[in-house]
């Protein structure tokens, strides 16, 4: 992929996910060839790449249109991931983990209980907590030394709030989106001590379902109609319907 193209879909996957195009409308290669200002051949090709991803849907005779997502798509988006992450931290407990990777993982897990202790409720903690979140994830990947699931797995964290970068709290009752942040935590907790312990299937099966309560959080939090609206605004929001 040249440069030039690298660049092009890039440019094309943000514009997609910060829903300059409408989910569902039709998407024609000079329309993407003039918002990006390249020529037709590498809007084409840029459409090609997005479609792979699952982010445009390539009809037969009609050309592409941007794919819409359901809240149950996204939930078995999730699920998907769990499949891989629970494949990834399965190789890392076989092959086990070595001290400074293990440090690093204790040392989010601390930080996460001292955001619990002092109640996750501003947009600061908030950050924070995301950040974690996603630096464990990542480095029980890297963790696995498996350079499929490197690939794989951002793969499909790229299509809306399927990362785990994308956290949706509940602003109105605190207490829920505290206890929700909880059951991560000890979720996080069991999963690096089964890596630990070098138990690869528990450490499997507890990822699973870390993934499992996570695709149920998402179904249940974006019922709320101000917590869809919030999530509008995070990338790919906008391709819900």
């Not at 840029?46 to 592409?64: I, K, T, Y």
Request: proline residues 3%; charged residues 30%.
């Amino acid at each position: 992929m040249s440069i030039a193209l690298e660049d092009a879909t890039e440019a094309l996957r943000h514009e997609v996910m910060e829903g300059r195009f409408p989910p569902g409308n039709k998407l024609r290669e000079v329309t993407v060839a003039k918002a990006l200002g390249v020529s037709r051949t590498i809007a084409r090709l840029a459409m090609s790449q997005l479609e792979h991803e699952g982010l445009l849907v390539r009809e037969p005779n009609r050309g592409s249109r941007v794919r819409a997502f359901s809240i149950e798509q996204i939930a078995d988006a999730i699920e998907v991931r769990g499949e891989l992450e629970g494949m990834a931290v399965r190789l890392a407990a076989e092959k086990g983990l070595d001290k400074s990777l293990d440090d690093r993982l204790e040392a989010l897990l601390e930080e996460s209980e001292s955001l619990l202790a002092s109640v996750v409720d501003d947009d600061d903690k908030r950050a924070r907590w995301i950040g974690i979140n996603e630096e464990f994830h990542a480095l029980l990947i890297e963790a696995s030394g498996n350079w499929a699931l490197a690939i794989s797995i951002p793969q499909v964290s790229a299509l809306p709030l399927v990362s785990s970068s994308i956290i949706i709290f509940d602003r109105r009752d605190i207490g829920r989106s505290q206890e929700q942040l909880k059951a991560a935590h000890e979720d996080h907790r069991r999963i690096l001590m089964a890596v630990q312990l070098r138990q690869g299937h528990r450490a499997e099966a507890q990822m699973r379902e870390h993934a499992f309560k996570n695709a149920q959080n998402k179904r249940s939090n974006l019922t709320d109609p101000e917590a869809l609206s919030l999530v509008r605004s995070l990338p790919g929001g906008r391709l819900i319907v």
